[in-house]
């Protein structure tokens, strides 16, 4: 016996979802199917649909989903301090820390050799557009601590050396209200070395 | 700063998925949204349209997507036996095993008196009325071991007993390949007094 066919395709694609299996896919299939009501899943199809209405500024890659992008016509940010982030995701997770009111740029991706992905992938040509422009004074290089994002941004810093700019990394260190306990010996390494007066 | 508002319709509707919360809902909107092509999120929407077409068999409570429930009209499938479940979801798991091959009850839910759900909501007269046929000559009760589970299965059994049937229900024990290390004592009680000579 199998499931019904048109429940077969609401599985199959759910599992396309970061982190989804088999099981989890079921469970949110019958959900959907005994749980919601007529109205809630035409709601969860126009926001699907919606999802066509949200485009990455061509600029500095943050999304918007106005004609123009919050970001760039914000009269309220320095334009002055540029923030380089891999996704446009990471660009909302800064801003709910509420540390930094300057723009964003988003580039596409970070260095990696195995996946095939080289220098002219991560489109660097628009960071510079940007940065002749000689508004931008300091720039941070707010990228994962990985071997794809050290990578990415010691580029990124040999890159930017021609710029009368200044490019700083965000502090690597132990996460506060963490024990020392539970930290990892690279992170405490990073910590001692960078170690600060106070 | 927000989310676009659109991003934000669909993180609130992905959140009332079982088990998501705002981040795992962020999660897949994200990738949803930067991940997925135009033809992926069209299949999706139009998998989500074709829950309409799934309905339950208005005799056994089965999913159906044609017009006759294939566990009704199936002649393969001996109609003396008959497995009582609380889900449509739980036919599947059974059919999963292959070890059943009579036809399934789906009754409305579990007797709830915490939740106000009665012997009136879980369905009863469509089942008597099956019994009342007079083909079907064991009834089996495929019900969670919980208290509403014990409740309703004991519920059943009073409620069957003036019906020329068997009424059994699914063996409690151990579960097959644990140790007994892991086993809760309530499920070790139930093996210990359930135990056979072999």
Redesign the interface.
Known sequence: ?Q?????E??F???R????VGRR?A???A???????S?Q??N???A????????SCCQVCGC???SKEC??CSSHNRTKEQLCIVA???E??TI?QTGEFRGVYHVISGLLSPLDGRGREEIGLDKLTARLREGVIREVIVALDSSLEGDTTALFLKEQLAHFAVTVSRLAFGIPVGSALEYVDGGTLARAFSARNTY
Not at 16 to 19: A, C, E, K, T
Request: hydrophobic share 45%; no cysteine; glycine share 6%.
């Open positions: 016996m499931y019904p066919q048109n429940l395709r609401l199959a694609f759910l396309r979802l970061p982190g989890t079921e469970r949110y019958f959900d959907l199917l005994l749980g919601w007529k809630e899943i709601g969860l199809i926001s699907l649909e919606a999802l066509d209405t949200i999304l918007k989903d919050l970001f996704s446009p995701r660009v909302f801003e």
